[in-house]
């Protein structure tokens, strides 16, 4: 994004200093993680972390924001049968997860469950991003769209936590596809399904 | 459980410490709490708190036990169709948890997911016993438990997740019949259902 009255080479910097953090938070853990070992880290002035992210609770929200983008994951999983959108967010939140982008995600679900810094952040910045993403998407419905992202939400978080970190077997072990073909069936109906007691919606937009 | 060898009063002194080191962990948080605090706000020497639990991983393991019951959950969920079984637990584990049953759970749940004693916990203590406590009981289906426990397993830890603790609007709201009634279906599939991927198995049991 270009920022007006900046110097060249700020945008390198501010980048430097985002790799930098990213790679300290998830290795680290939020509550371990300061500014001034972040600053040394990428070699400038711990002024410079402040001038471009302020806190770092601001710092750990702009990776947080850098790292998950949930418009990507639902716009990858779109192509193809509505009916089986489901699993295919699940699958390919699978791969992302196993390709890197777990690793700032996973420090945000331990900082959440830990902490009310990162439960803030998961429920006002990461949520909604989530709830957008899913507004006006082909193939989800319309009504009850915050219920739904939110349940979404529950399964894939409590998913991660079963399969990756508590490493419950054979959830543990077993390929994504077999993970997939298990969860896509609740994920699609919480993208698509009549959620009884929430109301009744009009039928999912059209494909 | 009676114990040979040990003098009248000795469960006592047990139950209190446990009683203790409940409130202590729920408040406190596991790496917070110390047997020496345990001892002191219990009244007893730190020596007889390692008499009764050995270190402080057992002594968490004895309150997790004690407060941790799955085999409860499922019989209290029994009576009634079997094809709203899942609804009925999830109901069910929505009032013990909002009855304090989750103050253990929800600190073995933070424990679990930051570190690796509370993480073996889980996978050895808790998630065993969830099996177990499926095993042979009418409605759950035989084939593949530990998968179908994992995956009930991973939508409930994921379900308290966002309802209580990241408190995401509308599902921190919603009443517990409406989220029984949105992730019924789901945990009903889970005990169930085909897993496709996973192999086929025989009908249910009858109930």
Redesign the interface.
């Known amino acids: 994004m270009a920022r007006t009255g900046r110097r060249p080479g700020e945008s390198t910097t501010r980048a430097a200093i985002l790799a930098v953090a990213r790679d300290a938070f998830s290795a680290q ?1 939020y509550d371990a993680v300061t500014v001034r070992r972040i600053a040394a880290a990428a070699g400038v002035d711990p002024a410079l972390v402040h001038y471009h992210f302020g806190t770092k609770e601001r710092l750990f929200r702009a990776v947080v924001h850098d790292a998950i983008t949930p418009q990507d994951l639902l716009a990858q999983s779109l192509a193809g049968d509505v009916e089986m959108l489901g699993e295919r967010l699940v699958m390919r939140f699978l791969d992302l997860w196993e390709q890197g982008g777990g690793t700032v995600a996973g420090t945000l ?2 900082t ?3 902490g009310e810094a990162g ?1 803030r952040l ?2 006002e910045v990461v ?1 909604p991003a989530v709830v957008q993403a899913m507004t006006r998407r082909a193939g989800v419905r319309a009504t009850h769209l ?2 739904r ?3 979404i ?7 991660v ?3 990756y ?7 543990a072990q ?2 994504n ?2 993970v997939a ?3 896509g ?2 994920v699609q ?2 993208l698509t399904g009549d ?4 109301g009744q919606g009009p039928e999912p937009s059209a494909h």
Chains 1, 2 share one sequence.
């Open positions: 853990g679900l331990r959440a469950v830990t439960a998961a429920r949520f915050p219920l992202a939110a349940l939400a529950a399964q894939l978080s409590g998913l936590i079963a399969r970190v508590l490493e419950l077997e054979p959830l077993v390929p596809e077999v073909a298990a969860v069936p609740a109906r919480y959620l009884p007691g929430a």
